[in-house]
């Protein structure tokens, strides 16, 4: 039977020089200062913001509701269904390859398909539609996800 030896706690000599005994004889750590952080991010993990409840204004972040509202995804099925050349280059494992059909695309390439398709939806959109006209970057992200998540 091997003998079992139960190893040392290891200590580096900064460490060592910092521990103190307490009033109980326990030994204890005493901070010497606040933490060292690198690279970027904070301390509130997941995302910007104050944690309040509303996410919208809160922070000035503005998050997309999909399914609070089913026509957008209407709309989008719409566009994509009056539109076969987007559709096949949205949807199209080659990404651009040409279409036998003769209808163009909407873009050059996906995101800026995804653009004209978030025109569509957003720009009537009676609680987007002032925020599209400010960062349509956003929506075309956000309609880009929504049709490839």
């Not at 076969?84 to 949205?90: K, R, V």
């Not at 995804?114 to 956003?138: G, L, N, T």
Request: charged share 25%; aromatic share 4%; with cysteine.
């Amino acid at each position: 039977m091997p003998v079992v030896r139960l190893p040392r706690p290891r200590r580096s000599a900064r460490l060592k020089g910092v521990q103190t005994l307490s009033r109980k004889g326990a030994r204890t750590m005493e901070p010497t200062q606040g933490p060292i952080t690198r690279g970027r991010g904070g301390k509130n993990r997941g995302g910007r913001g104050s944690g309040t409840s509303n996410p919208d204004t809160a922070s000035g972040r503005l998050v997309i509701q999909w399914q609070a509202d089913v026509t957008r995804t209407q709309r989008v099925v719409e566009h994509l269904r009056s539109h076969p050349a987007d559709c096949h280059m949205l949807f199209h494992s080659d990404g651009k390859q040409a279409n036998t059909e003769g209808d163009r695309p909407s873009g050059k390439d996906k995101l800026s398909v995804c653009a004209v398709i978030a025109r569509h939806v957003f720009e009537r959109d009676a609680e987007y539609a002032v925020q599209f006209q400010s960062v349509p970057d956003k929506f075309r992200d956000s309609t880009n996800n929504h049709i490839n998540g």
